[in-house]
Structures are given as structure tokens and as C-alpha cells.
């Protein structure tokens, strides 16, 4: 037996309860995270981590803002493959989305985008090769 394995012993650890906050609250953090991310980017000219949420489609910017690498534009416009247009400026949409994403407008997808990518992980961590 290895040097480490060999002086391994089993310790009970107590876990402290889950998170206080709902699955709501979690995805509305994260979305807001993920918004200052876009306001970051903004302000370097498009430099940084992460995928731009502003494309330019034909002679149009439009938005297309992602929670978990899904696009929320397509489930607002129930499977529409584009993005909808800016409004005024970026920093505006992002300010109205903030707006929205604060005032739990967005739960309801992001919630349903969250428990989908929750089923997809669990059944791929569950899939194991058969000898």
C-alpha cells in the first residue's frame, strides 16, 4: 500500500444544511455577475473572458444575453433562433435587463434553464462504461 493510502482513515463530517438562498435567488446572482461581466467587456472594447453578448447581425447589433450557455432571447421568443435588437445603446439593455433580472422577471427561464443543465450534468456524470 502507498505511503499516503496506507495512513488514510474515514472522518465523519457534519454538513451544515444547504444553501439559504432558493434556486431564484442563485440564478438571479448569477445572471447579475454575468451582467457586470458584459458591463466589464463594454468598457474594454469587447476584451475579455467570456462570450460577447452584442453581435452584429447584417447592418443591426443585436443582444443576445445567455444564462448557462443558453440563449435567454431564444426562450423569450419561443425558439426563434435570432436575438432581438439593442434598444438606445448596449449599456442600456444591460441596465434594462438588470432591471428585469432584479425584479425576478427572468426566474421562471432561468430556473427552467438551470433544472435542464442540472438533468444533462447528473446524466452524464451517471453514464459509466460497461466492462
Given at each position: 500500500m502507498g505511503l499516503l493510502i496506507g495512513k488514510v482513515e474515514p472522518v465523519f463530517v457534519a454538513l451544515t444544511g444547504g444553501s439559504a438562498m432558493s434556486?431564484?435567488?442563485?440564478?438571479?446572482?448569477?445572471?447579475?455577475?454575468?451582467?457586470?461581466?458584459?458591463?466589464?467587456?463594454?468598457?474594454n472594447r469587447g476584451k475579455g473572458p467570456g462570450r460577447n453578448w452584442f453581435k452584429i447581425v447584417g447592418n443591426q447589433l443585436v443582444f443576445i444575453p445567455r444564462f448557462a450557455n443558453v440563449s435567454i432571447a431564444e426562450k423569450v421568443s419561443k425558439g426563434k433562433a435570432?436575438?432581438?435588437?439593442?434598444?438606445?445603446?448596449?449599456?442600456?439593455?444591460?441596465?434594462?435587463?438588470?432591471?428585469?433580472v432584479q425584479q425576478g422577471e427572468l426566474d421562471s427561464i432561468m430556473v427552467?434553464?438551470?433544472?435542464?443543465?442540472?438533468?444533462?450534468?447528473?446524466?452524464k456524470a451517471g453514464k459509466r462504461k460497461s466492462g
Open positions: 434556486l431564484e435567488e442563485r440564478c438571479r446572482r448569477t445572471m447579475l455577475r454575468n451582467i457586470d461581466a458584459q458591463v466589464k467587456k463594454l468598457k435570432n436575438a432581438f435588437p439593442v434598444t438606445k445603446t448596449p449599456l442600456k439593455a444591460l441596465t434594462w435587463l438588470r432591471k428585469d427552467e434553464i438551470a433544472q435542464a443543465r442540472g438533468r444533462a450534468l447528473k446524466g
